[in-house]
């Protein structure tokens, strides 16, 4: 079947639920999201949303943190743009209703992370992305003019060509006119035409095997637009988290870096600091810097993990300020008053994404890409810790007043009818080993060697043995009906090789990409962005 609306946006996290409210002033909008609506990063943020909000910090302190941090190749007028729009996107928050805490003089009470020159950190104790979540989401789900399709999966986008749209002759496809959406429940697949596509599905953590991400992140958006045709860049630059809970059976659990910003410090297994000997900002240096240490003190060591102590603070104000890393810590025996955390590093942030411009219009007419999903040039070669919130709601905005701005035409515009979804001869998947037993191989392959550390030798590798099970994957989509799981694994299939041919493509190190052949970084010709495109495929193929 056919459905049709205005907008239709793919994933439910904050850039999503932020557009959405905005776009549902101008028509329809349907929102599609993998699992349940709650499932996004954002839901897992801890740390929250970096802004100039204290009378003693000024636009230049965070624009200055924030290139720093992008390593020398941040787009400095995104910078300054994302910045200066911060305040204003965060007192909406507030009039929406999010509540972030206050101190006793009524003013934001502001957390300070890695990187940061000031406490600039508005937050919602340790749980402020479930804090925006759900307050947005209350929003959205009661709001006439906008549709939440939960356990439904995009499978591909929609696409005409210019000859198609024009007449013209050109052969390649540009122009974005919604998906086709698994439904996860019946099975049904079906395209949802729109006027405007926004691709906002979050990142790509689960292509590793060790990540502070909820399961959804599968890089989907990234994968749709790259088979699409759209501009791809940077996504060498793959973010790892210094410190994630490790213990046998802790799922994914963040430690925020805020712990390291109320004075905690990181400690090897007999108790010795040892940041001060890589970089003198020390535990709140910047996160390249705090993982490829915590690497190498393991690597040198052997040991499994270091350790995050605090138990030097009172334990009222840990359980006060952290009451969600408390108790999670505890259910493991841990007592993060009295004892330090074990800790190692796991992916945590894709600073590449879908190449946007200003508005967060991707290089397909008619496609965005938000959050996550999109890179903007905001975080260079690091994203700045607490930044990506900021990122989604600023360009939220963005989109949103350009998506008005286009509206008269937009609204003339009629979808063009796509072809109802073939299965072919595809049966369904008898033995589900076939998906997962991939699965496994491609995370295992890609934390492996494909880490904080990496070298090119390493990398051909991963190529090599990434081909044949690409090939496999192929044929599981001819061969079996398609499970939201075969999606996913079709999607971190690319993104590895993706992930595998950028950083194979940057000679030297820089940020979060670091590969022993080249050590240092390049001063000219300077790269900021390393960007892949799927060559268009001829028309009559
Ligand atoms: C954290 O709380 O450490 C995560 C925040 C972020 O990734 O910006």
């Known amino acids: 079947m056919q459905f049709e609306t205005d907008f239709l946006i793919i994933g439910s996290g904050i850039a999503g639920l932020s557009f959405a409210l905005k776009a549902a002033t101008l028509g329809r909008v349907t929102m599609v999201t993998k699992k349940n609506k709650v499932d996004s990063s954002t839901n897992r943020a801890q740390g929250g949303i970096a802004c100039v909000l204290d009378k003693n910090d000024t636009f ?39 509540h972030f805490e206050q101190d006793n003089n009524g003013q934001l009470d502001l957390g300070r992370e890695g990187g940061h020159s000031t406490r600039r950190i508005a937050h919602a104790y340790d749980l402020t992305g479930h804090e925006i979540e759900c307050t947005l989401l209350t929003a959205a789900s009661g709001h006439p003019n906008i549709n939440i399709l939960e356990n439904h999966i995009a499978i591909d986008l929609l696409l005409a060509s210019k000859s198609d749209t024009a007449g013209s002759e050109a052969s390649h496809r ?18 949802y035409a729109a006027k405007v596509t926004i691709l906002c599905s979050g990142g790509t953590g689960k292509v590793y095997l060790y990540t502070t991400n909820p399961d959804i992140a599968t890089g989907d958006g990234i994968a749709m637009a790259y088979r699409a045709g759209a501009r791809i860049a940077n ?67 052997g040991n499994d993990s270091v350790f995050l102590d605090i138990t030097h603070q009172p334990a009222d104000f840990i359980k006060k300020r952290f009451p969600h890393i408390y108790k999670t810590c505890l259910s493991y025996g841990i007592d993060m008053t009295r004892e330090p955390i074990p800790v190692v590093p796991a992916a945590h942030y894709m600073c590449g994404g879908i190449l946007t411009d200003m508005a967060g219009r991707s290089s397909i007419e008619s496609l ?33 007043q350009q998506c008005k701005k286009d509206w008269p035409e937009l609204a ?46 390493r990398l051909h590798l991963v190529q090599e043995t990434l081909a044949p099970i690409q090939q496999q994957i192929r044929q599981h989509y001819r061969d079996y009906l398609l499970t939201p ?8 299939a690319l993104l590895a090789d993706l992930i595998v041919r950028s950083a194979l493509a940057r000679h030297e190190s820089r940020g979060l990409h670091y590969i022993i052949d080249y050590p240092n970084q390049v001063a000219e010709p300077l790269q900021k962005f390393t960007t892949l495109q799927k060559p268009p495929t001829p028309a009559h193929h």
Request: aromatic share 6%; glycine share 8%; hydrophobic share 35%.
């Open 235 to 301: 996504l060498e630059f793959v973010q790892f988290h210094p410190t994630c809970l490790y213990h046998p059976k802790a799922k994914n659990f963040l430690i925020s870096e805020a712990v390291r910003g109320e004075g905690g410090r990181l400690i090897d297994e007999n108790g010795r600091l040892f940041m001060q000997k890589y970089d003198p900002r020390g535990d709140l240096a910047t996160r390249d810097m705090v993982a490829r240490a915590i690497d190498t003190e393991m690597k040198t060591s």
């Open 368 to 400: 965005y890409a938000l959050g996550e999903t999109a890179c903007t040039g905001l975080h260079g070669g690091n994203r700045l810790a607490s930044n990506s919130l900021l990122e989604a709601v600023v360009y939220a905005e963005q989109a949103f």
């Open 485 to 492: 799981d075969l999606v996913e694994l079709r999607n971190i």
């Open 174 to 191: 540009d122009s974005c006119h919604g998906a086709y959406v698994l439904d996860s429940q019946t099975g049904e697949i079906h395209s």
């Open 60 to 98: 230049a302190d965070h624009i200055r943190d924030t290139l720093i941090s992008g390593a020398g190749i941040c787009d400095e007028e995104v910078v300054r743009m994302v910045v200066e729009n911060g305040p204003e996107c965060v007192r909406e928050l507030l009039r929406i209703g999010v």
């Open 412 to 457: 003339r515009k009629n979808p063009p009818s796509s072809p109802s979804w073939s299965s072919g001869r595809a049966e369904r998947i008898e033995e589900c080993i076939l998906i997962t037993h991939n699965w496994d191989q491609i995370r295992r392959l890609m934390w492996d060697y494909v880490g904080i550390v990496r070298s090119t030798q």
